[in-house]
């Protein structure tokens, strides 16, 4: 049997560009005093290149080359002990869209009694390095699960033990209402909400029911959420201000 994993997954309106590759390659060799610092980089399976500070200079020109005038990179990173899956896809061409970011990890890794709080301090590193609009967060032994096609600009599947409400989502939901749902936990983070729907990604009410995030959902607004009917009935998305993530064209600049 596949050992539990966590998965974590962000999008920002923010293109990543250069300045947060630097932040990023020091946020990820000072998490846990460098636990999570990767073995190895590429851009695509198998990842083989060594990740060591005299190869930063090569990563940080891979995460922004570019092509034709425009920028769709995607770079993965990988750790063997801690594992560690991550990959970071940014953005910038004619037509707009969020940048992503995802990462894996052994549920294990965070089983002790402070597991919990260090998993989301992890996360919470990532939403303020990459000004993230979403964030979701969830063990694999979840019994919720949904999966649609797209991205926040179209749907989010669905609620998960984490999330993360950026300042467009509070804008579409508003923030008394999402208050108002009955989450384990609510913080506020940046321009945003940061919410937990029990103690931990693999408490009974999470791994053995949906009935807990698919009231969470009917709380917040089942209409935000994909549904067997999509993508014909289309899903409530904020405004999202994705400016950042289009080349100006030479007759606008």
Known sequence: ??????????????????????????????????????DKWGHFEPIRN???????????RAWGEERKGRISNSIYFTKKNPA????????????PNLNYIWFDVEASEFSGSDGVVRLIRIITEFIVWSGAVYATAWQSNQRHHRSAPGNPTKRLDQLNWLTFL???YLSLLGEDRVRNCSFYSCERLSDGLLLTASESPDSPAITESNDLLLGLEACLDSGIFATEEYPEVPCRVPAFDLRQTVVQSSSSS
């Open 1 to 38: 049997m596949r050992k539990p994993v966590i998965s974590v997954h962000l999008w920002t309106e923010r293109f990543l560009g250069v300045e947060e590759a630097h932040r990023f390659l020091s946020m990820m060799r000072s998490l846990e005093g460098g636990k999570w610092t990767p």
């Open 50 to 60: 060594t990740f060591a500070a005299e190869a930063e200079d090569q990563v940080i």
């Open 166 to 168: 950026g300042y467009p």
């Open 84 to 95: 560690l899956l991550l990959g970071v896809t940014n953005w910038k061409g004619k037509v």
